[in-house]
């Protein structure tokens, strides 16, 4: 049953959330959920990412709003120590005209997904406690995560 529009007692910064969630059990006596969102205007060249580290009560521990330069898409995340971990795809583009055929309901944004060799295949390692820069890492050869 859908009760009405969830907020997550209004942590969502960015008024979404993905459908992906991770669990970090890296401590034991304090396991916590960790979500994302994106949020891309096709008039920038970065993206907006929202990641929140639930505690078990759901209670927000820490929320970080990333710009990821080239970012075109979010679907999934990988937590490793210190960091969280997204894939630039090379597969996804948008553009204004783009955006309007999708939001009009006339394409979905799976008939975008092609890939453009002008785009990079990229692991980006964002810092978990936002001390420093994003590393980013080119893949040996272009794919997509979904």
């Given at each position: 049953?859908?009760?009405?529009?969830?907020?997550?007692?209004?942590?969502l910064k960015l008024k979404r959330l993905g459908a992906h969630?991770?669990?970090?059990?890296?401590?034991p006596s304090n396991p916590r959920l960790i979500?994302?969102?994106f949020v891309?205007?096709?008039l920038k060249t970065s993206a907006a990412l929202?990641?929140?580290?639930y505690n078990w009560d759901m209670s927000l521990a820490k929320g970080k709003i990333f710009e990821?330069?080239?970012?075109?898409?979010?679907h999934d995340m990988a937590i490793i120590d210190g960091y969280y971990v997204v894939h630039k795809s090379p597969?996804?583009?948008m553009n204004v005209k783009q955006a309007a055929a999708i939001l009009s309901g006339t394409t979905g944004p799976d008939y975008n997904m092609k890939l453009n060799k002008n785009l990079p295949s990229q692991f980006v390692f964002l810092p978990k406690d936002g001390s420093s820069?994003?590393?980013?890492?080119?893949?040996?050869?272009?794919f997509h995560m979904y």
């Open positions: 049953e859908t009760l009405g529009k969830e907020d997550l007692d209004k942590t969630f991770r669990i970090d059990t890296s401590d979500t994302g969102a891309r205007s096709p929202e990641i929140n580290e990821v330069e080239g970012l075109t898409y979010f597969f996804v583009t820069e994003p590393i980013v890492i080119d893949t040996p050869f272009p």
